[in-house]
């Protein structure tokens, strides 16, 4: 089994950054980690992805304004997000693959609002 934790969520103005992070128990047999984010009425969408070596995609409409980086020492991986926009709103959430079983964390809450 693979524990997912994320944290960083919170209320931002737009044009403001907010910094996500999920830590799991473990990056053993794990090659990428992804964020998504679902907003209230719609389907969980994906934001981006990194592998093990460091290779990255994006969603279209996060391409330039969110980046997402790993620290394999410290079984974290992280979503740098600027530029904030009210349509990013949405629950976020960390998930991996192992052995063909997904994993999913709670989700951390993020709300852009002025």
């Known amino acids: 089994q693979v524990q997912l934790v994320e944290s960083g969520g919170g209320l931002v103005q737009p044009g403001g950054s907010l910094r996500l992070s999920c830590t799991a128990s473990?990056?053993?047999?794990?090659?990428?980690v992804g964020w998504y984010r679902q907003a209230p009425g719609k389907q969980r969408d994906l934001v981006a992805t990194i592998t093990r070596g460091g290779t990255t995609n994006y969603a279209d409409s996060v391409k330039g304004r969110f980046t997402i980086s790993r620290d394999n020492a410290k079984n974290t991986v992280y979503l740098q997000m600027n530029s904030l926009k009210p349509e990013d709103t949405a629950v976020y959430y960390c998930?991996?693959?192992?052995?063909?079983?997904?994993?999913w964390g709670q989700g951390t809450q993020v709300t852009v609002s002025s």
């Open positions: 998930q991996v693959s192992r052995y063909s079983i997904n994993y």
């Open positions: 473990t990056f053993f047999s794990i090659n990428a």
